[in-house]
């Protein structure tokens, strides 16, 4: 018997594993910073941040988000975490998501981050 997995699922599944990885990072990486003056990489790693992936409550749900993220002419890109600065001026704030704003805050501030969404 073969076992189907939803394309949504294994989605989050996976995500789920490259978001864990960058939240146990960020400590390390935020008290190098304050320590040191700076960080080394500790590897990185790419992500989805468009908003609305997470929110999807079905199947049909998730793959409409899907082709509407796919139809915008950003697309799937991914975000490099070792390359955050590249969100600010290629994103709009209402296209990524929480944890995306999350780690821009984290990594440029409150300061920048709110001016970003003033644009």
């Known amino acids: 018997m073969a076992i189907s997995i939803h394309s ?17 990072v960020l400590p390390v ?11 080394g990489c500790l590897g990185g790693i790419t992500f989805r941040g468009d908003e609305g992936l997470w929110d999807a409550s079905s199947a ?4 409409r988000v ?14 490099f975490s070792h390359r955050m600065g ?5 994103r709009k704030p209402a ?3 929480d944890f995306t704003c999350t780690l821009l805050a ?14």
């Open 8 to 24: 949504g699922v294994l989605w989050a599944y996976i995500e789920s594993i490259r978001r864990t990885y960058l939240i146990g």
């Open 29 to 39: 990486t935020i008290y190098s910073t304050l320590k040191t003056g700076w960080s």
């Open 60 to 63: 049909h749900a998730w793959k």
């Open 66 to 79: 899907m082709k509407g993220v796919n139809e915008k002419a950003i697309g799937f890109i991914p975000i």
């Open 86 to 90: 590249d969100v600010l001026p290629n």
């Open 95 to 97: 296209d990524v998501d």
């Open 106 to 119: 984290a990594s440029f501030g409150r300061e920048r981050l709110e001016g970003w969404r003033a644009l």
